[in-house]
């Protein structure tokens, strides 16, 4: 029975009510959608429960693979801001995100996802990216740290880097944050070449049984290097372990595993002397915020209620997602002298910038539409500045900022860090490891 299949009682749940478009707490007209697929195609069918009729009825035969079909569904970042709304009226009785998760799957095991994330998941198998570029650029970023271009170890952190490792823009803030954890007297592991992707995207584009072999690839390398902490650079990354290794029965146990906003803002550095208070806003991305929260398997089993009621028996505390990361970047950045200026959708109804789940390739239509939405709400707070934990958040903002000539700046929460800060002062000693 394919994972979809299993799903029919969920699928069945849907009661078309349509709280999936909207956030739960709808602050102004003009930003009262949750849902970037249905900003982008403004038709039900782009709704999570549009995609869930359409997973019943490709189990029902009733509609055939095509390419409006998978313009519907494909048009989605697997952000989860469908899940946080219709968790908020019916809790976990219809879990619209788990039932993307399947329908993804099923079409991934017969072959009709769209080329794009075909060629993804053929680069994830061949080359451990999936970008479709060398392994062994992947150790490129350490020249310069001190760190193996193979991996170096034990220490006492180690340090996951994710896909920022192809990108030579990130290598400054890679470097400073290498820099500030030896500040703080950590000794510092990298995987270099041998860190394995992660899963994160396998996952999210429905290649299940690819993102189980990179967890357990990950897992291993986790484990080999002895670390007992673990600070990501990646949102994804960290999205995957806490949230989607579970769904796959990988377990890093014995590991503590932190993002890096969560160091930073254990271990703020002092601002730079004499720059002004900057008024900026920040984008919690999706990995970050609500797909990190952590997730429990479910193992109890359905009943019949009333002659005719599915119910789960124990299931676990829904998740609304309120376990993400939300306050720790925030805090940072208050410590480095920055003025948050909040968006009216934040922390778990955060409007995603439509790049993730493979939008940003198999659907840049969508992807563009999503990013632009977002960079009106972050304009119309009258930031000049807008900051994000998130590398893929801030390259696809950064992008579509810069090609409508707005007088927005995005940037990581790193770099900014690793501007409005200074390391020239003495660290304070007594803060946690
Ligand atoms: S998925 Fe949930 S919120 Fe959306 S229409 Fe169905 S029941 Fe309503
Ligand atoms: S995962 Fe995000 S883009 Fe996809 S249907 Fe849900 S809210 Fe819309």
């Not at 899940?83 to 017969?110: G, M």
């Not at 972050?378 to 390259?395: D, F, H, I, K, P």
């Amino acid at each position: 029975m394919s994972s979809l299949e299993s799903r029919k009682n969920y699928l069945n749940a849907c009661t078309r009510c349509s709280s999936c478009k909207w956030v739960p707490v709808v602050k102004s007209e003009r930003f009262a959608h949750i849902c970037p697929s249905v900003v982008h195609g403004r038709f039900h069918a782009y709704s999570a429960s549009g995609m869930l009729i359409n997973g019943y009825s490709l189990l029902s035969g009733t509609v055939a693979y095509g390419e409006t079909l998978n313009d519907s569904i494909y048009s989605c970042s697997m952000c989860g801001g469908c899940d946080v709304s219709c968790k908020t009226n019916f809790a976990d009785l219809v879990e619209p995100l788990d039932s993307l998760y399947a329908l993804r799957e099923k079409i991934a095991s017969e072959n009709q996802q769209p080329q794009a994330l075909k060629a993804i998941a053929q680069h994830l198998r061949a080359l451990g990216n999936p970008l479709g570029l060398p392994p062994e650029r992947r150790g490129e970023w350490t020249a310069g740290t001190g760190l193996g271009r193979d991996g170096n170890g034990p220490a006492s952190v180690l340090l996951h880097v994710g896909d920022d490792a192809f990108d030579s823009s990130r290598w400054p803030q890679l470097h400073h944050v290498v820099d500030l954890l030896r500040r703080h007297g950590l000794s510092v592991a990298t995987g270099g070449v041998q860190e394995p992707d992660c899963g994160a995207l396998a996952f999210d584009i429905g290649e299940r049984q690819l993102a189980e072999t990179l967890a357990r690839k990950t897992a291993a390398w986790i484990q080999a290097s002895g670390a007992k902490h673990l600070i990501t650079c990646s949102d994804a990354a960290f999205s995957a372990f806490r949230n989607i290794y579970p769904r796959l029965g990988v377990t890093l146990e014995g590991v503590r595993i932190q993002h890096i906003s969560e160091w930073l803002a254990e271990h703020p550095s002092p601002p730079v002397e004499g720059r002004k208070k900057e008024v900026v806003t920040y984008h919690d991305s999706c990995k970050l915020g609500r797909l990190s929260e952590p997730y429990q398997p479910w193992t109890g089993e359905w009943v019949t209620e009333l002659n005719s009621l599915p119910v789960r028996t124990g299931a676990p505390k829904t998740r609304f997602g309120l376990g993400g990361v939300y306050d720790a970047p925030r805090q940072a950045l208050a410590a480095a002298g920055a003025q948050v200026v909040e968006m009216e959708r934040i922390r778990e109804a955060s409007f995603c910038c439509g790049a993730a789940g493979g939008a940003d390739a198999c659907q840049p239509g969508f992807a563009a539409t999503a990013g632009r939405h977002r960079l009106e709400e972050a304009v119309a707070t009258g930031a000049n500045t807008l900051v994000t934990s998130c590398s893929q958040c801030s390259r696809h903002l950064d992008r579509l900022a810069s090609e409508d000539g707005l007088a927005l700046r995005v940037v990581t929460l790193v770099d900014y860090l690793r501007e409005r800060t200074t390391t020239e002062q003495p660290i304070e000693t007594g803060v946690p490891a």
